[in-house]
């Protein structure tokens, strides 16, 4: 089946679940190319040559970030992989860290990879001046309409959020820069466990699952119950987290995913922080 993709061609883990296999996606889709895992596959299958990885494109950045490395590794608990393909979409560990504001008028989040090269950003867009105020005097906002966009390393939009105001659940609705719509995440319940639905053309495709009351890591799984990637709560200091509002997440993303499935899960931890974790201030 063709998709819809920003994910660049090449050899990625068998989504089908085959040990130690290798599946070629050009671009577009699945192919029936495969290779054993502990081969090269840098070779392009036969007319399936692929876009130019996006990559290539990325400026040169400082090295690795030490402190970035620890919140992955230590506090996430992800082991040091091997480099992605350098976007948003092409790696498998996202680290995302709200900026940090005694006053928060407005949520800022920077994206980095798992070593602190920084890869996009997310920002909201879009607030009135009363919304700012009312913001800044009480927790209401939390009752309105935010929307946010996924920016990549050179500032253009990538994916658009919108959390339609409400009352009690939050559902996230995600679409393109254009406007065409790549699915919805939806909250589930609100005692428990909490759970969120992925749907996208009219099915659900997968699911959120909070691992425990508190609400802070997340196991993320197909259609099928398949984990699929998690995301985790780090801890953001002692300094921020008594005086300001900002939380730190690490997204582990197991194996290359098929669109819509890949956007939706990018988006799943600005969905977690905006559509929960954003509404935990109480009544200011």
Known sequence: MTTQSNT????????????????????????????????????VPQQQTGPQQAAAHIPQQQGADAKVQRQV?????????????????????LV???????????????????????????????????????RFVSSLDQFMTHKLE??????QPQLVLTRPAKFFKSRVIVTRPDGSPVGE?????????????MNADGRQVGAIK??????????????????????????????????????NYVLQIHYQLPEPLLSLVVATALTVDTALKQDSRGWG
């Open 150 to 155: 996924i920016r990549d390393a050179h500032g």
């Open 96 to 134: 995302v860290n709200q900026k940090a504001k005694l006053i928060e008028l407005t949520n800022e989040y920077k994206v980095m990879d798992q070593n602190g090269r920084e890869l996009g950003a997310v920002t909201e867009v879009g607030q009135s001046a009363l919304k700012k105020i009312l």
């Open 8 to 43: 660049p061609a090449g050899w990625y883990p068998d989504p089908h679940g085959a040990a130690q296999t290798l599946r070629y996606w050009d671009g577009a889709q699945w192919t029936e190319h495969t290779n054993p895992a502990q081969q090269g596959a840098g070779q």
């Open 210 to 247: 909070a691992e425990n009351w508190r609400a802070w890591n997340f196991a993320i799984v197909d259609h099928a119950d398949n984990e699929v990637a998690r995301i985790t709560k780090t801890w953001e200091g002692l300094a921020k987290t008594l005086f300001t509002t900002a939380d």
């Open 73 to 93: 590794q230590r506090q996430a608990g992800v082991a040091a992989g091997g480099a992605g393909g350098g976007t948003l979409f092409t790696e498998p560990v």
């Open 185 to 197: 995440i939806v909250q589930q319940n609100m005692i428990g466990k909490i759970n969120f639905a």
